[in-house]
């Protein structure tokens, strides 16, 4: 049973950081992908960050390039998003997932490529 769980989330000024984390478990974390989406109210679910397994590769959506950093520490089964310069547009909850490939060549960005999704952490950023 793949478990994902996130932490981190809160309430801070805009121009303020958030450190999110999210615990895997249930599935040999070092060979799959990690990705973080957020989905705002009443807004689909979007890409923000992914990691390759090796943690060789990252990709982030525009809207958070130069922002958020996605790490991750296979000895902990745990990946990680720095979210830096805080927007009010930022505000959603953040989830992470694990992706479906074991040991993909390619960063995955779709929703469709990630199989287990964690709970969720609600991150409210204030103007």
């Known amino acids: 049973q793949v478990q994902l769980v996130e932490s981190g989330g809160g309430l801070v000024q805009a121009g303020g950081s958030l450190r999110l984390s999210c615990v895997a478990s249930?599935?040999?974390?070092?060979?799959?992908?990690m990705g973080w989406f957020r989905q705002a109210p009443g807004k689909e679910r979007e890409f923000v960050a992914t990691?390759?397994?090796?943690?060789?590769?990252?990709d982030y959506a525009d809207s958070v390039k130069g922002r958020f950093t996605i790490s991750r520490d296979n000895a902990k089964n745990t990946v990680y998003l720095q979210m830096n310069s805080l927007k009010p547009e930022d505000t959603a909850v953040y989830y992470c997932?694990?992706?479906?490939?074991?040991?993909?060549?390619?960063?995955?960005?779709?929703?469709?490529?990630?199989?287990?999704w964690g709970q969720g952490t609600q991150v409210t950023v204030s103007s």
């Open positions: 990691i390759s397994w090796n943690g060789g590769s990252r």
């Open positions: 249930g599935r040999t974390f070092n060979n799959y992908n």
């Open positions: 997932a694990t992706g479906r490939l074991y040991r993909p060549a390619l960063p995955a960005l779709a929703r469709a490529a990630y199989d287990y």
